[in-house]
Structures are given as C-alpha cells and as structure tokens.
C-alpha cells in the first residue's frame, strides 16, 4: 500500500497563484522528505528536501511546510509560471535509502 | 558531470521474453537504485545496490533482478515479460553513504513496453 499519501492528483492555477500540494505518511521512522518535479519523457529530478526537525524550509519560489505532529508536509509554488507546468511527487524514507513516493500532482500553469 | 545515463530509452518486448535495461551512474556515485514508475501504481522502488551488493529490496517478484559491477554501473534485468511490466524504469545515483548524505539523481529512464 502507498506509504505516502498525496493529493490532489490534478490543479490547474494561474500565472502567479499558489498551487499547495499536500502529503500525508502513517511511518514515524521517516526522517527525509523530497520534492521532485518531472518534465514529461524526463526522469524526476530534486526539488527541495526537508527533515522532520524543520516547520518550514524554502528555495527560491519553492516552500515546504512541515507538520510533525499531524504526520503532514505540502508544498507551496509562490509566484507560479507556465514553466512550473509538471508533475510533483513528494516522497519520504529513512536515512535517504528506498524512497516511497506518493502518487503524484500534475501541475499546470495558465499564462 | 555528466548524469544519470540509462540505455536503451524505448524497447519494445513480446510476452514472455527478457530484457535487460542498463544505467551508468554520475561519476563517484557507489549507489545505484532502480524504481518502476507506471501511470497505475507511480513510481515504485525495486532495489538498490551499493558497492556490487543489493543493499535494499522492494517488493517485486524474482523475475526482477539486478546487478552491480565494479565501476558501478549497474544493469536490472525483467525476465518471463507480462503486460503489467509495461513501465518506464528508471535509474537513480547517489553517493551511497550510510551517514545520510545522499541525493538521488535519477536517469531519463527506459521506456518498456510489452505487446
């Protein structure tokens, strides 16, 4: 069963809205939480990573947020453009090894 | 640097064959872990292996197997193909140390398909 449970699988925003991407895991033993981002006919590539000893932690227009206690993390896209267009996988796994994904969001940016 | 560098990109089986999908990790990695991704299922991991040896295992049935050679590039092989091994395969890197410090790079993957 998946271990990491994303939603929603699809959003559709404008050019600079704020899609939010949320992640939910049942496994405590966690402690690694990606974000990869896919092109199609790309292999998913690193977006932005967080440990559960961090609330909050951003890159550029890329933020996660991270709630321990609720066994939650999302992703915020601030400022999003067509080029954010992609699917977004969160993902979670002890000590970097074997990651489960969840099942991913795609994303598309109206100009 | 170079990346993550999986062959061949398509490939295209009949029932019950075998294949071998190949991937060249980024220079220095020791680690090299396969994931299955499919439109039904997303990406699922298969294994990994570090240093010649399958450090972690997914939950795939034996007819999915890999290996590790001594410059790390490493080949995974499906055999007695089925339908629902159409996917595309994909290849990550990483240094491999157990300390944590890992980023996986992931290849452009294989595109299977099975007829």
């Known amino acids: 069963q998946q271990q990491v449970k994303q939603s929603p699988q699809s959003l559709i925003v404008q050019k600079g809205g704020i899609p939010i991407i949320n992640c939910a895991y049942e496994?405590?033993?966690?402690?690694?939480f990606p974000w990869y981002q896919q092109f199609p006919g790309k292999g998913p590539a690193l977006l932005i990573a967080i440990r559960p000893d961090v609330s909050e932690k951003k890159e550029g227009r890329f933020t996660i947020s991270f709630n321990k206690s609720a066994k939650q993390f999302s992703l915020h896209i601030m400022d999003s453009q067509p080029g954010d267009s992609a699917t977004y996988f969160c993902a979670a796994s002890i000590r970097r090894h074997k990651l489960s994904f969840g099942a991913g969001t795609t994303v598309t940016v109206r100009a | 640097k170079a990346g993550v560098t999986q062959t061949p990109r398509y490939l295209i089986k009949t029932r019950g064959q075998q294949v071998t999908l190949s991937c060249s990790p980024i220079?220095?990695?020791?680690?090299v872990s396969w994931y299955q991704q499919t439109p039904g299922q997303g990406l699922q991991f298969l294994f990994e292996?570090?240093?010649?040896?399958?450090?972690n295992k997914g939950n795939f049935p034996g007819r999915f197997s890999g290996r590790q050679f001594s410059n790390s590039r490493s080949e995974m092989n499906v055999s007695t193909l089925e339908l629902g091994d159409s996917a595309l395969y994909l290849c990550a890197s990483s240094q491999g140390s157990v300390s944590g410090a890992n980023v996986l790079t992931f290849g452009a993957g294989s595109r299977l398909t099975v007829l």
């Open positions: 292996y570090f240093s010649e040896t399958q450090r």
């Open positions: 220079s220095g990695h020791r680690s």
């Open positions: 496994n405590t033993a966690f402690d690694y």
